[in-house]
Nanobody, 124 residues
Framework: VQLQASGGGLVQAGASLRLSCAAS????????MGWFRQAPGKEREFVAA????????YYEDSVKGRFTISRDNAKNMLYLLMNSLKPEDTAVYYC??????????????????WGQGTEVTVSS
């Protein structure tokens, strides 16, 4: 499956952005999906994930209540709505797909497919 992330940009603190991830090659409904981010000089970290059915979602603590992950399997799309953005959310955001279990859904190395990343910059 090929993934393409989009929707990043430069915004001020407190603003909102919605990231999108388009999948092609195979139907997205086969896979659990996640968003990760990588800030300059840091490792790629988990942000949010959603089960193939959309029935369960998972979030990193610092984004809970601000970010919402969702998917539209009919359109082969994954989304990340980011509200109340903070300067510390500045990073390149990546979408990823895999067949996962609860204990691995937050683990970067558990995902098989990755998009190219979209850059989010939040100014203070």
């Amino acid at each position: 499956v090929q993934l393409q992330a989009s929707g990043g940009g430069l915004v001020q603190a407190g603003a909102s952005l919605r990231l999108s991830c388009a999948a092609s090659g195979r139907t997205l409904s086969r896979y659990d999906m996640g968003w990760f981010r990588q800030a300059p000089g840091k490792e790629r970290e988990f942000v949010a994930a959603i089960r193939w059915s959309g029935g369960s979602t998972y979030y990193e603590d610092s984004v809970k209540g601000r970010f919402t992950i969702s998917r539209d399997n009919a359109k082969n799309m994954l989304y990340l709505l980011m509200n109340s953005l903070k300067p510390e959310d500045t990073a390149v955001y990546y979408c990823a797909a895999g067949t996962l279990i609860t204990t691995t859904i937050r683990l970067r190395d558990a995902y098989n497919y990755w998009g190219q990343g979209t850059e989010v910059t939040v100014s203070s």
